[in-house]
């Protein structure tokens, strides 16, 4: 573990700004496991009453990005090189939560799992598998 | 076609009120390629000056719908079952667009193929595959 | 569950003749997760000495088929629509396995997650998600 | 273009003897679009005559492989880290083709698009987006 929960709060905080609107919060890090939660607002969703594909995107690229930083510090310029998403089960309007975990952090590459989940519902909603470009100078 | 360019861009203010702070315009539509076009705003950057990937994830998926909806009329109900996305090279700040195009409409499987451009460069900067399930009962 | 391993093992042979060369075989099969083995042989080789990509693919949607017919029966028609592989270290020599589990079991959709180890490497050498449609007159 | 057509096919054979019995060719390459073409033998067929997945993944890993080092030359060691494939309708029994383009060329990551083809269908047959790692010392 390179950087704390607290660490990785603030860095969240200061270099993304954008996202102070999203109310992200880090709910877990244990150094292999990091769940990421997010309220769902009323711009989350979709016709129907369902939270919006992109809001979950969003949400399981920032735990990716957040789990990758707490292992290799604050490297901001690593990238998202894909993502694939398979969407399982509607969520409900409860806190949705990613917890992300490494699949495979090499020197240029990390590829992370995340399994999504909305707060009243057991099995997952969504799980989601990124890839990063971790720069070489590191 | 079953839905004319006004009538999807009628469909996308009334249905998606979230999405008219992004500004969504469709440029193009001739029954086989729509293209879908946003401006980019800061709350679209991330550190480094970068369109961040979710805002390139909900354009995808918003122009992917929306070439759905016109070859097939407003299905509401019509759902992303996965979502995969190919980051290939930094957008400028110019406006970002989507070229959606059908792979595949089947009677509950749709697979529609992306580029997404950023105004001034010229090779695609990212490249997506979305697939939706239709309810039976269009 | 609709097929024992027993079962699944006889309709492997029967069916998918094709396979037989491969000498797949059933591990393991609870209901839950499915294992499915095969010995690597020279034919699966790459230079350098690793198990091609296809060798581990084919292993994958085997596996994935025959944890969807143990749930659902033997309903040969359900097609794969999609694979998603991400390959993760290099696997050594020794028997490769594939552990599937259901991610979703919809009504004309089933969504499967598989993670591959390599007789002797610790840690998953490939993670998969594959996608099945299932034929309606079930 | 670093290797030329016949260099890719003396490659192919003496590299992948494994392939041989595949009888692949190369049927086109102009430095942009590759096209490697598969005849249909019985093991590749599926219970009702359909094509198997693998053959046509096997497929697809090939002929993104032939392309890449159509561009970069004879790098042995750059290895597939993701690959992923949409099916998109029945291929026939005729002879199977896939073209490959390069969607992003970059110094560690090289992303490469395929849509295959089924001699007779006009349509095509499955789409694929791979990854590869280009080992640094090249």
Same mark, same amino acid.
């Given at each position: 573990m390179k950087m704390t929960q607290a660490e990785l709060t603030a860095f969240l905080d200061s270099e993304f700004p *954008?996202? @102070?609107? *999203?109310?992200? @919060? #880090?709910?877990?890090?244990?150094? @292999?496991m990091l769940r990421l939660a997010m309220p769902i607002a009323e711009r989350n969703l979709r016709p129907g009453g369902t939270v919006s594909g992109p809001a979950m995107m969003t949400l399981a690229d920032c735990a990716a990005y957040l789990l990758l930083l707490g292992l #290799?510090? =604050?490297?901001?310029?690593?990238?998202?090189t894909s993502l694939n998403i398979n969407f399982l089960r509607k969520p409900g309007l409860g806190d949705l939560s990613a917890e992300a975990t490494m699949l495979k952090l090499g020197k240029t590459l990390a590829i992370i799992e995340l399994s999504l989940y909305s707060a009243g519902?057991?099995? =997952?909603v969504a799980h989601s598998v990124l890839t990063y470009a971790i720069p070489p100078a590191r």
């Open positions: *954008q996202m @102070r609107s *999203q109310n992200f @919060r #880090i709910d877990h890090w244990d150094g @292999r #290799i510090g =604050p490297v901001a310029l690593a990238v998202t519902v057991d099995d =997952p």
